[in-house]
């Protein structure tokens, strides 16, 4: 089964290699995709338990990753939250991380590191099976 994965970016041709990159070699199925804070709110509101995997940039055509962010915290356990980001500072990876981030990777050096944190989600054991 694939990672059911959400992308919040508004760069077009970063989140289209993103998707590609990940379905090909990191087993997702992306779900959708948002361009704003509203829009990735909206649908995950709309969509509660039903992704196992979203990935946000923190600088959005509207209104920022940080809110977004926030409005994963009351996920289920097993749904992973990554930043994916090329302000990925030490400061930056602090806040991200009190705000409910599990992990976040810098987009200019550590998309491998992206695509083996998702491999090791789709391979990891699911609660029940």
């Known amino acids: 089964m694939e990672l059911r994965t959400y992308i919040v970016e508004d760069n077009a041709t970063i989140r ?11 087993s997702i199925e992306a ?3 948002a361009e704003t804070e509203l829009e990735a709110n909206t649908w995950l509101a709309a969509h509660v338990g039903k992704w196992d ?11 920022s990753g940080l809110g977004v962010l926030e409005a ?4 289920a356990a ?5 930043v994916l980001s090329n302000y990925a500072t030490e400061d930056m990876r602090k806040r ?3 705000l ?15 695509v083996d ?13």
Not at 16 to 26: D, F, K, P, Q, Y
Not at 100 to 114: H, R, W
Not at 117 to 129: D, I, N, R, S, T
């Open 96 to 98: 991200c991380l009190q």
């Open 16 to 26: 289209e290699n993103l998707i590609g990159t990940l379905e090909e070699l990191a």
């Open 53 to 63: 995997l979203a990935i946000i940039d923190l600088f959005l055509k509207q209104g």
């Open 78 to 82: 097993g749904q992973k939250v990554v």
């Open 117 to 129: 944190y998702c491999v090791a989600l789709h391979e990891a054991p699911k609660p029940g099976a």
């Open 100 to 114: 409910g981030a599990d992990v976040v990777f810098d987009k200019s050096n550590e998309i491998d590191a992206l």
């Open 31 to 33: 779900l959708g995709w």
């Open 72 to 75: 994963c915290r009351e996920r």
